[in-house]
């Protein structure tokens, strides 16, 4: 071995007892001293000649040392698994929590790493899911803001290109812009609500409130709609006394909007809203003997845009975000919008209040 290599060799060692040394340093007392108490004891008993305490002395010494070195050389081969791992995470090399060992003595820390580790990549499988919602919703709103407005540019600018004159054509062209530009403003408010809703803007204001008052109120103000349709609305007897506990205002746009989906949705038949009512809580029920939707349909009704038939929510001044903004609300409310329905025979959605 050339002297240069050995020299190399020897200060690399001496370099990793060193290192060893200042990583076992916390140890230090606690085996140097019983060393030490050991030592003495020793000499008190066996009454030594010098020779022979210095020989004692050097070797528990030499003793003492080489144990911390041993427990230097662990901790340091410890703290470097640790830190492996660590940069593993970071580089994103683990797939599974199975992925990280410490080994036998470190299993506390191992679990608290795994459960790190667990943590962190929820919140990225999160935030990557709202980046997905994020967009795909944006998506959906400038698409479903090109609809009405492209109709609404394709009257005008027939009109302005002479059907203005057309008395066949014109009224019923400004008509059907009119209602473009309905379903816009519909769309606008809905979409206001369900932001404000869904970054937590929502304020409640829960109170009891008398439900058959409430009811017939908000008959009285949807029956047109209903008689519009030749469809009948009808509320049926809630005792007169029975209170609810809710807010009111947000209540009434759950009410509105299942109501106005039940006449959109039939053709013939009736609306009906029943309440029943048991121990500790009531129930409303909206009715409705129109076209029902599928069993496939029901799991998507309430996303956001989702309509079994595009078209047909259009025509009838739907936005697809009617049961979103509802589901939000009853939840809001501690309870859970419910749902039956059969193709062609009817649906009845439901909710249950505090009474
Ligand atoms: N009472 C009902 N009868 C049949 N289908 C309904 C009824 N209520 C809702 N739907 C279906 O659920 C879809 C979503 O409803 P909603 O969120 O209110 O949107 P829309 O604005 O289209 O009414 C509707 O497009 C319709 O297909
Ligand atoms: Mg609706």
């Given at each position: 071995m050339k002297p240069l290599k050995a020299l190399d060799i020897g200060l690399r060692i001496l370099n990793s007892i060193k290192e060893n040394f200042v990583s076992a340093r916390i140890f230090l007392p606690s085996v140097l001293i019983p060393a030490l108490v050991l030592y003495l004891l020793l000499i008190f008993f066996f009454v030594l000649s010098i020779i022979q305490s210095l020989s004692l002395f050097f070797l528990l010494l030499i003793s003492a040392l080489v144990i911390l070195n041993l427990i230097g050389l662990k901790h340091r081969k410890e703290i470097s698994t640790i830190r492996n791992i660590i940069n593993s995470i970071r580089n994103n090399k683990?797939?599974?929590?199975?992925?990280i060992k410490l080994g036998e003595y470190l299993v506390e820390l191992e679990g608290e790493i795994k459960s790190m580790f667990f943590r962190t990549q929820n919140d990225i499988a999160n935030l990557q899911k709202l980046e997905q919602v994020r967009t795909e919703f944006l998506g959906n709103v400038s698409h479903e803001l090109r609809t009405p407005i492209f109709a609404i540019q394709g009257y005008l600018e027939t009109l302005l290109d002479g059907?203005?004159?057309?008395s066949k054509v014109n009224l019923n062209f400004l008509k059907k812009a009119n209602h473009h530009t309905s379903n816009l403003s519909n769309l606008l408010n809905d979409l206001i609500d369900i932001s404000m809703i869904e970054s937590g803007q929502m304020k409640m204001s829960f109170r009891y409130f008398n439900v058959q008052e409430y009811l017939k109120s908000l008959i009285t103000e949807l029956e047109p709609h209903a008689l519009a349709k030749n469809l009948v609305l009808e509320l049926h007897p809630v005792k007169n006394n029975l209170q609810f506990f809710g807010d009111k205002e947000k209540l009434k746009q759950v009410l509105v909007n299942l109501v106005m989906n039940a006449i959109k949705y039939t053709e013939k038949g009736k609306v009906e809203i029943i309440v029943t009512e048991d121990d500790k809580t009531g129930k409303i029920k909206i009715k409705d003997s129109g076209i029902g939707i599928s069993e496939r349909d029901l799991e998507r009704?309430?996303?956001?845009?989702?309509?079994?038939?595009k078209d047909r929510s259009r025509e009838v001044?739907?936005?697809?975000l009617g049961l979103a903004i509802v589901k939000h609300i009853i939840d809001a409310h501690g309870s859970k919008i419910e749902v039956m329905s059969k193709l062609g025979i009817g649906t009845e959605f439901s909710f249950s209040l505090k009474k």
């Open positions: 683990f797939s599974s929590t199975d992925e059907a203005i004159n057309d009704i309430f996303e956001r845009f989702y309509r079994v038939d001044g739907g936005t697809g």
